[in-house]
Nanobody, 126 residues
Framework: QVQLVESGGGLVQPGGSLRLSCTAP????????IHWFRQAPGKEREGVSC??????ATYYGTSVQGRFTISRDKNTVYLQMNDLKPEDTAVYYC?????????????????????WGKGTLVTVSS
């Protein structure tokens, strides 16, 4: 059973930066579109970003556009988060549906994802 593994979460002050990583030992993430989702207590899961293997395109949720950057390096996918705000506080998950393509539409379709990590907690507070 393939599982993704997130890391890099922690406590950061508003306006600060954090970089999350997603990997899967024994699984070639470079072959697939990878998504980041997040869920805050009492709120619905929302799409944060994804990176497509088909064309290398990247997509972002409107609330993080211009502040977050997704990238990949071999078998690791990163989410660089800058200018963090308290409303960014959430558990962040990486996931894939096993296909190479992703878009702003798959980013809003978390229920079709086949593979998930356990999540990493990001807390933005002064």
């Amino acid at each position: 059973q393939v599982q993704l593994v997130e890391s890099g979460g922690g406590l950061v002050q508003p306006g600060g930066s954090l970089r999350l990583s997603c990997t899967a030992p024994g699984f070639t993430l470079d072959d697939y579109g990878i998504h980041w989702f997040r869920q805050a207590p009492g709120k619905e899961r929302e799409g944060v970003s994804c990176i497509s293997r088909t064309d290398g395109a990247t997509y972002y949720g409107t609330s993080v556009q211009g502040r977050f950057t997704i990238s990949r390096d071999k078998n690791t996918v990163y989410l660089q988060m800058n200018d963090l705000k308290p409303e960014d506080t959430a558990v962040y998950y990486c996931a894939t549906d096993g296909y190479r393509y992703c878009s702003e539409y798959t980013l809003s379709d978390s229920y079709v994802m086949n593979y998930w990590g356990k999540g990493t907690l990001v807390t933005v507070s002064s």
